[in-house]
């Protein structure tokens, strides 16, 4: 619901599990309309993010086509420009932007890339601004995380800008205040500083964007200094601030989690963030009922409301919804305990709710009580897809549940029904001998009550990139080991 940028508490767990994973080669596309599969590949999964999975939409008889097919590692969803296939992929345990045609998936070129001291629990998003994509590129014979950020022609590869070396808290992206240009945060010996690209390739102040110190966390300038201290920041000025210890619930702190949302057009900003301050130690126990949703005012960040015992990263987009009537989801915990450790996640004495809140009160418009959601959990939390028509599916398989986001009624998904899981979980990425935990963001597998996790057509429209090649649609998807374009059967 709403504009979100999340960073999620299954996501920030890769801190402690520090998932093991293997790196598979990429292989040349293949044109198939039957499964590919690399068999000497192999991973572990930190605990997933559920808030970016979805479902296709009315089941049809016929299998979707593929047109071709890559046997990679993705770590990020794909994006199209121009002609071009662009994603970031896991190979030789090391991070690669990759850029492939199209038509037929045959690999252009190739970069190496890192993520340079991004927060870990971060994903790669392929950037694209103003027609050229933009990345950071390993910076060699200093610091591991050193890189230089890099313009690139999408087509050919060849380097635009390349700039000096620098330490990045965040990888490169639009600017707020002008798209056409590329903007990031650099730490230069104290708290990181925005800075923007200028045309002779420097990077430079960026006027009026941020506020040095504060991280961008959310839509309408939500920003945060430290886990505990956030605050709004618009145009360089901080508008208002405030403890989460104070005002949420002691310990309460984005370091182990956010989701910021505006809602009902930026009327509030609704948001759920992590437990504690740090995780730390071999194993890390949480209190599910600890979590809390909270509502503020975008104005002077007054809490509006907050729902104990709710966290708001069970919800999930909408499509085709205006922003008022979007319906905002929450899981509520009745109980529950969390241990994680050794690159496992137990769940103890779950009792969850998954519930609809009003955006305006925080008030329970309706609540489906899923007990201990046997089979449709992943990690700890219930995984809540985007339905059709005005459903939402819960689980996936056998044990998933079609609800009415109107009334909260619920019935057995059909047999034949599609849900795309983002259970890709994180890859450990060697850069210059340092390694570093990073989440895969955007891959998905397809799942079927029946088992045959058949990809059926048309695909979600929340699943990968459309390019229509020569009249005919394509639908471009990261899996867990594949970048496969799909087309109607």
């Given at each position: ?6 960073l ?5 767990l ?5 998932a ?10 293949t ?6 599969r690399?068999d000497?590949?192999?991973t ?20 979707a086509?593929?047109?071709?097919q ?9 994006v199209?420009e121009?002609?071009?296939?662009l ?7 090391a ?7 199209a038509?037929?998936g045959?690999v252009?070129w ?5 993520m340079?001291?991004?927060?870990t ?12 994509v933009?990345?950071l ?7 591991s ?7 690139r ?15 990045f ?13 590329v903007?990031a945060q ?12 200028t ?5 430079q102040?960026?006027p ?7 991280q961008?966390?959310?839509s309408?300038?939500m920003a945060?200094?430290t886990?505990?201290h ?6 360089g ?8 210890g104070?005002v949420?619930?002691?310990g309460a702190s ?7 949302q ?7 900003i609704?948001a759920?963030v992590?437990?504690?301050?740090a ?7 949480i209190?599910v ?7 503020l005012?975008p104005?002077d960040?007054t809490?509006?409301?907050?729902a ?10 909408v499509p085709?919804?205006?922003?008022a009537d ?5 899981c ?5 305990t ?5 690159g ?6 779950l ?14 418009l309706?609540?489906?009580?899923l007990?201990?959601?046997?089979g449709?959990?992943?990690g700890w939390?219930?995984v809540v897809?985007?339905g059709t028509?005005g459903?939402?599916?819960v ?8 609800v009415?986001?109107?009334t909260?009624e ?6 034949d029904?599609?849900t795309?899981?983002?259970?890709a ?5 060697l850069?210059?001998?340092e390694?570093r935990s ?9 799942s079927?009550?029946?088992g045959s ?9 929340h699943v990968g990139?459309e390019v229509?090649?020569?009249?005919t649609?394509?639908?471009v998807?990261?899996q ?8 109607s059967?």
């Open positions: 619901m709403g504009n979100r940028t999340p999620t508490a299954a996501a920030l890769t801190v402690v599990l520090a093991c994973t293997g790196s598979p080669g990429e292989t040349d596309a044109t198939s309309t039957e499964p590919t690399d000497a590949a192999s572990s999964r930190a605990p997933d993010d559920p808030a970016a999975t979805t479902t296709s939409g009315p089941p049809v008889a016929e299998p086509e593929q047109q071709w890559i046997v990679t590692q993705p770590m990020s969803a794909p199209v121009g002609s071009t296939v994603y970031y992929a896991f190979v030789a345990e991070m690669q932007l990759v850029a492939v045609g038509a037929d045959e252009r190739r970069a190496p890339a890192t340079s001291s991004a927060v629990g971060v994903g790669a998003r392929v950037q694209v601004v103003d027609g050229q933009v990345l590129s390993p910076a060699e014979g200093g610091s995380r050193l890189a230089r950020l890099e313009v022609d999408p087509e050919s590869g060849d380097v635009v800008v390349r700039t000096d070396p620098q330490e808290a965040d990888l490169p992206e639009r600017c707020a205040a002008d798209e056409d240009r903007c650099v730490y230069r010996g104290g708290p990181s500083v925005d800075v923007r690209l045309d002779d390739g420097t990077l102040d960026a009026a964007e941020g506020l040095p110190g504060w961008d966390i959310g309408l300038g945060r200094e886990g505990q956030i605050g709004r920041v618009v145009h000025e901080l508008l208002w601030d405030l403890d989460l104070e949420i619930a002691q984005t370091n182990t989690g956010w989701t910021f505006d809602v009902l057009d930026e009327e509030v609704v759920s992590g437990t504690r301050d995780w730390s130690g071999d194993t890390v126990t209190d009922t600890d979590y809390a949703a909270f509502a005012d104005a960040g809490l509006v409301w907050k104990e015992s709710t966290d708001a990263f069970c919800d999930i987009a085709d919804r205006e922003p979007e319906p905002l989801l929450a509520q915990w009745k109980s529950g969390v241990v994680a450790g050794d496992v996640v137990e769940a103890e004495d009792d969850v709710e998954l519930v609809r809140l009003d955006p305006r009160s925080g008030e329970t309706w609540q489906l009580p007990g201990d959601a046997e449709q959990v992943d939390r219930p897809l985007p028509e459903t939402a599916v689980g996936t398989g056998e044990d998933a549940l079609v009415d986001l109107e909260g619920a019935s057995p998904a059909p047999q029904l599609v795309w899981d983002d259970g979980g994180s890859v450990d990425v850069t210059l001998g390694r990073v989440s895969r963001v955007g891959v998905v597998d397809p079927t009550a029946d996790d058949t990809v059926t057509w048309p695909l979600a429209g990139a229509e090649v020569d009249g649609e394509l639908r998807v990261s867990d080991r594949s970048v496969t374009a799909y087309r059967p």
